[in-house]
């Protein structure tokens, strides 16, 4: 396996999308701070092939996405062998469990080719692949972090397994498998082809095939008799057939004439009725002809009553609107008289309201003026309402102010006796201190005089004496001197007093600090009430026009009431001239209504004159036109007249139409008839002169056919004696038995044919059941030399020498000649050269020897197992990634590891070094630098 490409996102550090390349790398270090996720790249690269890691497994995998994330992606692309593949795996976070996804591709052409995506099949398929599971990948190809030595020191069980993924001796057993199969299949087959030849083939002799052959030899020649007479039978069936055709149609014919005789006699009887019919119904048209002449119904003479009768009507219609518009003037007339009244008291209510809203106006712009007279002298009623709350702030504040200047009066004479009180403290202090110096030097002059005696209280029997060094031998006496404690306790009163005095001082002081801010406050108190009493009193003297005096708030009352009863005149003014405006404008509504009802009924007065002249020359016109017809009910008579002589005569002319109608429906059936009875007669002739030519033609059919066939039953008379049924009967029958030879014929053809067959297949399967035998038994002697595991146990060995032999060049390398490998019960020992080649146990190295051994082992399994393997161009270590370890060895042991693994790249494979160490990096042609930043780690090459 040697990787192409590793996509990340979302992946431990990786929170961004991080892509490596690995194409054209052979040996390069991955390298970066702790913790910046230079193992998750390795970490990336065998969850993408596994599905999960060395230090998670599987359990945690939900651990791998990245904070703040919802899912880690990545996607490893690499070759095994000769195919080159691209696997890609999700794992995403519901909120309450993982779920993963994975999508397993080979690359065929310039096309990626899904080969599964499901877990459990790309699982399988990547195993095969690669050609190592999880744990045999993570001991040779990739050597995790703190567990590089598990090749080394595990289980051999587990060391066993893994050599035998990599040597891929799986194929043997395999082989043995197969070998054992094909031997029970090649057994099986014989004894199946056996017993079929047996149950199948047991007939299939020579004798049967020559016994066949005489019965077709003997069957062959009767057919063509058979077919001879077979062909004579078909060439008279026509004849036959015509035969049974001329009598079916001489049925016929004689049918036929004997039904023409009644249809005669009914054609004749049918002639006879509607010639009588006829004649009835030209005498009903006749008639007819004459009502139809004496009628008294004239088409002009009506129409002229029908206009006659439509200008009657409007006569009287008009002679009604001439009536109803006299009446309806006289309405009008006297409408117009009342609306002329209403019209003049309506002009003298506008002029009322007009004279009242006049004289509200007046009265309404007096006040008006008076009022905005007030309000430019004193202000509105509720700025006077304003200077009245002012002037009674001005007052508190008067007050507010007194108070405040007594505080600090009172403040003022406070601070001074608390001056006067801490100078005298300040002199009371000096004098004490003063004082309390001289007692001290007293003190002091009394210490020296008697210095000896403070002495002997520090003499102690054996020690030395402090002045002359001597051992002390006897402490003498001492004695008290009550001048040195009498000063001694004078001093400590003294103190007493200063600290009283220091006290006293310093509470004066607060007590002076805490009053000062309150001087400064009331101060300030003061002059905001000032500034507050000179605003209020300014606006009482803007509105009085003087200095606010006692009765500055009744003379602003004043003020104010008289603004208000000026408002409430300009306001109830302001109502009452609107009421009269309404007043005014209804009035003057109601009489320009009054005056359009006026000119409307003139107008309409006007009209009904024009249209009374216009309906009274009408009316003229029409009398003169209709003259005698005048009324309506002498015109509607004479219509009526006419009217009753037209229904009579279209009476007349429908019956004649009935009767016409009639007449040539007989004349139609009379002429039908006529031809019917022409008809049957021409066919009664034809009838009789086909049957004549009939009957000549059947009698020449039987005559043909009695002569080629004697025994046939036919006569003219008889329907029963069919000709042609006889021979048709005659033809199946010889049909049957010439069809029952040929089916024999062919019969016995094909099983001559299948028993040739069956012959020459029982020879090929003698033959096919000695190969299977034969194969058997070579397979059976192949399973037999793998049996045991012989074979795969010996290879193990051979490996496990080789990997000690390969594997002590570098170890003596890496280890300065003192350590090689060997082999002893399935377990590496190491022999140290520097102590006699003592051999000792793997697991007594410490861990920098375990490192250099377990890197040595690994560089073994790179490079010198692929002799071992059956299929050398497709070995599995084409990659190794070392993942820490480094950091136990010393500078010079360093060295020499770097220089085996810089070894390998001569090998053309590919050589991964995780490490934090900055000199192992800078020896490595490459570099996969890992940068740690808040937004997650990025991956640089360089």
């Known amino acids: 396996m040697r990787p192409f490409s590793l996509e990340l996102e979302g992946f431990t550090s990786f929170r961004q999308r991080a892509v490596i390349d690995f194409t054209g790398l052979d040996i390069f270090a991955i390298t970066g701070p702790t913790g910046a996720g230079k193992t998750s790249i390795i970490d990336a690269i065998t969850y993408c092939l596994y599905g999960c890691t060395p ?57 990626w080719i899904s080969l599964a995506d499901k877990i459990s099949q790309a699982d399988a398929l990547i195993e095969s692949v690669v050609g190592l599971d999880f744990s045999g990948f993570t001991k040779s190809v990739v050597l995790p972090q703190g567990r590089f030595d598990e090749f080394l020191k595990g289980k051999v069980d587990e060391r066993r397994r893994i050599l035998s993924d990599l040597l891929q001796l799986d194929i043997y057993s395999r082989m043995m498998q197969r070998a054992n199969e094909i031997a029970r299949e090649g057994k099986n087959k014989a004894d199946t082809l056996d017993g079929l030849l047996a149950r199948d083939y047991g007939a299939s002799t020579p004798e049967r095939l020559a016994l066949l052959r005489g019965e077709l030899v003997d069957l062959k020649p009767s057919l063509e008799p058979l077919t001879m007479e077979l062909n004579r039978v078909r060439e008279l069936l026509q004849t036959a057939h015509n035969l049974r055709q001329n009598r079916r149609e001489l049925i016929t014919v004689e049918a036929d004439l004997k039904r023409m005789g009644p249809d005669r006699t009914e054609a004749e009887k049918r002639i006879a009725t509607a010639k009588k019919a006829i004649s009835e119904r030209q005498k009903k048209i006749d008639e007819l002809d004459a009502q139809i002449k004496s009628s008294s119904y004239d088409s002009r003479i009506r129409d002229e009553l029908v206009a006659k009768l439509q200008k009657s009507q409007r006569l009287h219609e008009q002679e009604k609107r001439i009536r109803s518009i006299e009446e309806a003037r006289t309405g009008r007339t006297r409408r117009t008289s009342d609306l002329e009244t209403d019209y003049k008291n309506a002009e003298a209510a506008l002029e ?196 606010p005096g006692k009765d500055a708030e009744g003379e602003l009352e004043k003020l104010r009431d008289q603004a208000l009863r000026l408002r409430t005149a300009v306001e109830e003014a302001v109502l009452r001239l609107d009421e009269l405006r309404d007043e005014e404008s209804k009035a003057r509504e109601r009489a320009e209504k009054i005056r359009q009802d006026l000119i409307k009924l003139e107008t309409e007065t006007a009209a009904e004159s024009q249209e009374l002249q216009r309906v009274a020359a009408e009316i003229k016109e029409l009398r003169a036109d209709l003259g005698e017809y005048s009324d309506v009910a002498a015109v509607k008579a004479a219509l009526k007249q006419q009217d009753d002589a037209k229904t009579k005569l279209e009476g007349a002319l429908h019956s004649k139409e009935i009767e016409a109608e009639a007449m040539s429906k007989a004349k139609d059936a009379l002429a039908g008839d006529s031809s019917t009875l022409e008809r049957l007669k021409a066919q009664g002739e034809a009838s009789e002169l086909s049957r004549a030519k009939l009957i000549k033609a059947a009698k020449s059919s039987m005559s043909l056919l009695l002569s080629a066939f004697p025994d046939l039953r036919v006569e003219i008379e008889r329907a029963d004696d069919d000709a042609a049924a006889q021979l048709e009967q005659k033809a199946r029958e010889l049909e049957c038995e010439r069809d029952e030879i040929k089916r024999t014929v062919l019969q016995r053809e094909k099983e001559i044919e299948t028993l040739e067959a069956q012959i020459k297949r029982a020879a090929e399967l003698r033959e096919e059941i000695e190969r299977a035998r034969a194969n058997a038994a070579v397979a059976h002697d192949l399973a037999q030399t793998l049996r045991g595991d012989q074979f795969i146990a010996f290879i193990q060995q051979e490996a496990y020498h080789r990997l000690a032999i390969d594997g002590s060049i570098h170890l003596m390398t890496l280890s300065s000649g003192r350590y090689s490998f060997g082999f002893e019960k399935d377990e590496f020992i190491v022999l140290d050269h520097w102590n006699a080649d003592d051999a000792r146990p793997v697991t007594t190295l410490s861990g920098g020897e375990s490192f250099l051994a377990s890197l040595a082992l690994a560089l073994a399994l790179a490079e010198g197992l692929s002799g071992l393997s059956h299929r050398r161009g497709g070995f599995a270590l084409e990659s190794l990634f070392l993942d820490e370890g480094f950091g136990t060895l010393d500078a010079e042991t360093l060295d020499v590891v770097l220089q085996g693994v810089e070894n390998l790249s001569t090998t053309n494979r590919l050589v991964g070094i995780v490490s934090h160490i900055p000199e192992l990096a800078e020896r490595m042609p490459v570099r996969i630098n890992v940068r740690k930043s808040v937004g997650g780690s990025t991956i640089e090459i360089s």
């Open 55 to 111: 230090r998670l497994g599987k359990q945690s995998i939900s651990e791998l996405i990245s904070q703040g994330a919802d899912r880690a992606k990545a996607m490893f692309e690499f070759a095994s062998g000769d195919c080159r593949y691209r696997v890609a795996r999700q794992t995403k976070w519901t909120g309450k469990k993982a779920g993963s996804d994975v999508r397993f591709e080979k690359l065929e052409g310039d096309k």
């Open 352 to 547: 009322t309201a007009s004279k009242k809203r006049d004289l509200v106006k007046k009265q309404h712009d007096s006040d008006k003026k008076s009022l905005d007279a007030s309000i430019r002298k004193y202000g509105s009623a509720d700025a006077i309402r304003a200077v009245i709350e002012a002037n009674r702030r001005r007052l508190k504040e008067e007050e507010r102010k007194k108070k405040l200047e007594d505080e600090l009066t009172r403040l003022n004479e406070d601070v001074k006796r608390r001056e006067t009180t801490l100078k005298e403290a300040g002199d009371d202090e000096a004098k004490r201190r003063a004082s309390l110096d001289r007692a001290r030097e007293e003190l002091d002059h009394l210490q020296r005089k008697y210095s000896a005696e403070e002495l002997k209280l520090l003499l102690e029997r054996g020690q030395p004496c402090p002045v002359c060094e001597q051992p002390v031998e006897r402490v003498p006496k001492s004695r008290a001197h009550p001048s040195i404690e009498l000063a001694k306790k004078a001093i400590g009163k003294q103190e007493e007093e200063l600290n009283r005095l220091i006290t006293s001082r310093s509470t004066i002081e607060g007590e002076l600090s805490q009053l000062a801010p309150r001087v400064t406050g009331k101060g300030d108190e003061i002059r905001s009430a000032q500034a507050a009493l000179d605003d209020a009193e300014k606006a009482v003297r803007d509105v009085l026009k003087k200095r």
